[in-house]
Nanobody, 124 residues
Framework: QVQLVESGGGLVQAGGSLRLSCAASGETYRIDTLAWFRQAPGKEREFVAAIPWIGRGTSYANSAEGRFTISRDYAKNMLYLQMSSLRPEDTAVYYC?????????????????WGQGTQVTVSS
């Protein structure tokens, strides 16, 4: 099993920045892809960004492209999401997810492990 624990959420003004972290533990050798998803109130959970656990490349949702940066530190078993130019519509619970598939899929069903989520609130 893989355990994922997010941190770094909070309240920020529009235009501000925030960095989310996700600590992975347990059988991390199972991980091939890591991703961030988010769920706003009253909406379905949606893909934000993904990155291979080992290797190059990233994938972003249109809403995140150019404002968010996903990164990971393999040696520390950490995943990050640097968010800038935040907007009120970025308000959501942000989830870290891990997949045993070597593909940066946006489909939630392919992610095997999930964190408990961290709340991000952007005020206008």
């Amino acid at each position: 099993q893989v355990q994922l624990v997010e941190s770094g959420g909070g309240l920020v003004q529009a235009g501000g920045s925030l960095r989310l972290s996700c600590a992975a533990s347990g059988e991390t050798y199972r991980i091939d892809t890591l991703a961030w998803f988010r769920q706003a109130p009253g909406k379905e959970r949606e893909f934000v960004a993904a990155i291979p656990w080992i290797g190059r490349g990233t994938s972003y949702a249109n809403s995140a492209e150019g404002r968010f940066t996903i990164s990971r530190d393999y040696a520390k078993n950490m995943l990050y999401l640097q968010m800038s130019s935040l907007r009120p519509e970025d308000t959501a619970v942000y989830y870290c997810a891990a997949s045993t598939l070597a593909t940066m899929t946006v489909a939630q069903t392919w992610y095997d492990y999930w964190g408990q989520g961290t709340q991000v609130t952007v005020s206008s």
